[in-house]
T-cell receptor, first 114, second 114 residues
Framework: AQTVTQSQPEMSVQEAETVTLSCTYD???????LFWYKQPPSRQMILVIRQEAYKQQNATENRFSVNFQKAAKSFSLKISDSQLGDTAMYFC???????????FGTGTLLAVQP | DTGVSQDPRHKITKRGQNVTFRCDPISEHNRLYWYRQTLGQGPEFLTYFQNEAQLEKSRLLSDRFSAERPKGSFSTLEIQRTEQGDSAMYLC????????????FGPGTRLTVT
């Protein structure tokens, strides 16, 4: 069975600094998709960034980028120039190529300090 | 607002009562998902619909849980004979397709069983 592990329950970063959130996963599939979702306090979950496993190039979305290491089954999220609005719970999620469900990690609570 | 909507946002019920939640997906999305999120955890997949067909169910979905999506539009999730362990946030999501397609999440229904 696929699993997703986020080993950092909480992290803190100063405004304008860079922070990296870690995620590892376990799967025997070769074709799959990885996502980072953000869940702000009392607000709904939104997609931050996605990565297709067949793509070697790391995905980037403005201040957000990933470091996808397929052999190591690692998928970390880097947030550059952190802003107060980045304060949220961040979830790493896996989706197999033949399934429709997302498998989430336990999340990392990120606090951006002024 | 044309996002995913859920009703009610909060529900308090006594153990043993039945509850029903509603989800309205984004109108052009043919895929609909239900997840359950307990405190401090990531969302866990419950079930998935493509149009009106329920194509995937988690083992978490005991026989007290039933979900429907009549006519492939809105969906309902019913929990019969609620137990205290059912207390959680119930999230609905919808998407246009599978693979890397984004799942758009609703605000959730928070259920408290007393």
């Amino acid at each position: 069975a696929q699993t997703v592990t986020q080993s950092q329950p909480e992290m803190s970063v100063q405004e304008a600094e860079t922070v990296t959130l870690s995620c590892t996963y376990d799967t025997s599939e070769n074709n799959y998709y990885l996502f980072w979702y953000k869940q702000p306090p009392s607000r709904q979950m939104i997609l931050v960034i996605r990565q297709e496993a067949y793509k070697q190039q790391n995905a980037t979305e403005n201040r957000f980028s990933v470091n996808f290491q397929k052999a190591a089954k690692s998928f970390s999220l880097k947030i550059s120039d952190s802003q107060l609005g980045d304060t949220a719970m961040y979830f790493c999620a896996f989706r197999g190529g033949a399934t429709n469900k997302l498998i989430f990690g336990t999340g990392t609570l990120l606090a951006v300090q002024p | 607002d044309t996002g995913v909507s859920q009703d009610p946002r909060h529900k308090i019920t006594k153990r043993g009562q039945n509850v029903t939640f509603r989800c309205d997906p984004i109108s052009e999305h043919n895929r609909l998902y239900w997840y359950r999120q307990t405190l401090g955890q990531g969302p866990e997949f419950l079930t998935y619909f493509q149009n009106e067909a329920q194509l995937e169910k988690s083992r978490l979905l005991s026989d007290r849980f039933s979900a429907e999506r009549p006519k492939g539009s809105f969906s309902t999730l019913e929990i019969q004979r609620t137990e205290q362990g059912d207390s959680a946030m119930y999230l609905c999501a919808s998407s246009l397709g599978r693979g890397s397609y984004e799942q758009y999440f609703g605000p959730g229904t928070r259920l408290t069983v007393t």
